[in-house]
T-cell receptor
């Protein structure tokens, strides 16, 4: 079967750095997405990785290792507004998006 | 601004009473998706349209139907809602459904079944 694993919940301090991990086992691979979802709202697109390495976009960076079936989302200079769930999703060989259940990130002052 | 719009944002219905959720987009995207998301769970794809080509997920119950009368609009019909159908329903769009395609979501409709 296809599977995306992420931690259920993480806590971090305002101004700090946090890394949210995602491991996947899918039928083929055509890219990995990270989405942010605030409580009661729709997911919003953060990043896309298809090649190994680090993609940086402002305070957020996303890393991919295809050989390890692993990605992480790195959030720097955490702000209270970063409190949200972060969903990892992988596009498989049939171009279907396989979603993780998300990691709820709690930011404390 | 180009966007994905869902109406209503909150919908309350009674057990067994049909309900229709609507989605519209100004992005002129070819693909439209309907997802069901329950609390702290991954979004679950119900079906999607590539233009007018309808694609139903194998495990989507028959109770759920969809219509796409034109490029801009897509509807989700729940024929006889059960208590287990209470969830957030998310509409998303994308240009082509290809490998690098990004899905853009509407704000969602939260359905309550009494």
């Amino acid at each position: 079967g296809q599977n995306i694993d992420q931690p259920t919940e993480m806590t971090a301090t305002e101004g700090a750095i946090v890394q949210i991990n995602c491991t996947y086992q899918t039928s083929g691979f055509n890219g990995l997405f990270w989405y942010q979802q605030h409580a009661g709202e729709a997911p919003t697109f953060l990043s896309y990785n298809v090649l190994d390495g680090l993609e940086e976009k402002g305070r957020f960076s996303s890393f991919l290792s295809r050989s390890k079936g692993y990605s992480y989302l790195l959030l720097k200079e955490l702000q209270m507004k970063d409190s949200a769930s972060y969903l990892c999703a992988v596009r498989d060989s049939n171009y279907q998006l396989i979603w993780g259940a998300g990691t709820k990130l709690i930011i404390k002052p | 601004d180009a966007m994905v719009i869902q109406n209503p944002r909150y919908q309350v219905t009674q057990f067994g009473k049909p309900v229709t959720l609507s989605c519209s987009q100004t992005l002129n995207h070819n693909v439209m998706y309907w997802y069901q998301q329950k609390s702290s769970q991954a979004p679950k794809l119900l079906f999607h349209y590539y233009d007018k080509d309808f694609n139903n997920e194998a495990d989507t119950p028959d109770n759920f139907q969809s219509r796409r009368p034109n490029t801009s609009f897509c509807f989700l019909d729940i024929r006889s809602p059960g208590l287990g159908d209470a969830a957030m329903y998310l509409c998303a769009t994308s240009t082509s459904g290809g490998a690098t395609d990004t899905q853009y979501f509407g704000p969602g409709t939260r359905l309550t079944v009494l």
